[in-house]
DNA sequence: ATCGAAGGATTGTTGAACAATCCGTAGATT
DNA sequence: AATCTACGGATTGTTCAACAATCCTTCGAT
């Protein structure tokens, strides 16, 4: 089932960089682990997924690597690789990475375009409440804080912060669940970026710091039931 | 040449976690990396290094995966795997990064013990000088700055920072040319240490902030020639 | 001198094999 | 009955050998 070898037919032909199988199966082991098809714990069987993705084992393993340095997936040695299941010290780890992050990054502000590409990601997040997509508010959010690191304009700090946002998707999958997740931040994320467009990039901060402690708690609550 | 097939004599006697074999791999390749034995742009053969190592190219080659996500090495496809190369705009993104993080640490402060650790830097960094070490003093300083990010108590930017302090040392064997590069900097080691002590977190954050503007401009003085 | 076609070398990927390790179960011991 | 031990199955860790795909160089043709 569901196998990756949806090589587009342009394939060779131009020099597009084709993705290697590692890397199309990490993608694809990605994609199931923001969609929630894969939970928190699971385990993951090499040979199974190997066979599922119709790739070598091999293969699976060097995708194993990947995702297990981005912290998608845990390795217990001679035991397998599991989904990371993430407890309440991750939560205020990793809240702790996007305070330091994202709050220099907004302290240092921004050219126009990357303000605008803030301003964006919000009207996204609008559009998504207003069609009531969870799925697309979730992902809204995660462009307004990319944005927001993006201000940085450093190719390292944008890569860690997608890391994070990736390991974030995780523990959403249960907070979720409440529908009205993500559509609570709407005004939060207006005023930052309001501020931000006011040419405060101070408030903007402080805004910024104010809704991360929230959020924290928020989610805090939500896995602690 | 070179074997890798140091198992402590106690393995599999106690539950100490023996490392893999393609973990002790990528150590090695970090050894030499840091070492300086492995210069910048150097490419690296998997047959070469399996049979050097005495080990299989797979492993190698989950090994070099292991590098990869660190950036210590570069993969181009179908080509191989390349010691990273920095150039300007690199080392001004490391410390990008260094700044974010570094000092967003620093002006949260830290525990007595916390701070007792950087003192201790401070101070294995004068003891290196005086025996006109700089390989120690190198380690010394690395240790500073990883102090100073672990008063943050997170092993996520824990790890981030011990990743960009092990990217510096590819460019640093270039600077390390001129003995005083680190003694120039015990100085504002210590005066950031006592200002930390002194319970003056904040201006202990600016005088970092200062040492690493000056530093980076510094390096890339380096670089450049 | 430019271009294109072999040739060799290295990577990417597969498949199979085997040792080492873990886990659950069934028996033996107390 | 509870604990310990030994056994067996399953999975991972690692090796090896093979082959296709790709790149780089060299050589020759234009």
């Not at 393993?61 to 990947?66: G, Q, V």
């Not at 299941?85 to 939560?91: C, F, K, P, V, Y």
């Not at 990475?97 to 303000?115: K, L, Y």
Request: glycine share 8%; charged share 25%.
């Amino acid at each position: 089932m569901a196998t990756i070898d949806s090589v587009p037919a342009s394939a060779g032909r131009l020099r597009v960089a084709v993705p290697s199988v590692a890397e199309r199966v990490a993608r694809e082991l990605r994609r199931q682990l923001a969609e929630g098809t894969l939970i928190p714990g699971a385990r993951l069987t090499e040979s199974t997924i190997a066979e599922d993705l119709g790739v070598s084992r091999n293969t699976v393993r060097e995708a194993f690597a990947e995702l297990a340095s981005e912290r998608l997936v845990v390795r217990h040695p001679n035991r397998g690789v599991f989904v990371a299941s993430l407890g309440a010290e991750d939560i205020h780890d990793v809240y702790t990475v996007r305070r330091f992050i994202e709050v220099s990054a907004m302290r240092g502000g921004g050219s126009p375009e990357d303000v605008a590409a803030v301003r964006a990601a919000v009207e996204e997040g609008k559009r998504a409440a207003a069609a009531g997509d969870d799925e697309a508010g979730g992902t809204a959010n995660q462009h307004f804080h990319g944005a927001i690191v993006a201000m940085a304009r450093s190719p390292r700090l944008n890569t860690i912060m997608a890391q994070v946002l990736a390991e974030m998707r995780l523990f959403f999958h249960k907070a979720t669940a409440d529908a009205l997740f993500y559509q609570r931040y709407l005004p939060d994320n207006e005023a930052i970026c309001e501020a931000l467009e006011a040419g405060e990039p101070d408030r903007a901060a402080d805004l910024l710091l104010a809704y991360l402690d929230r959020s924290e708690d928020n989610l805090a609550a939500v896995h602690g039931e």
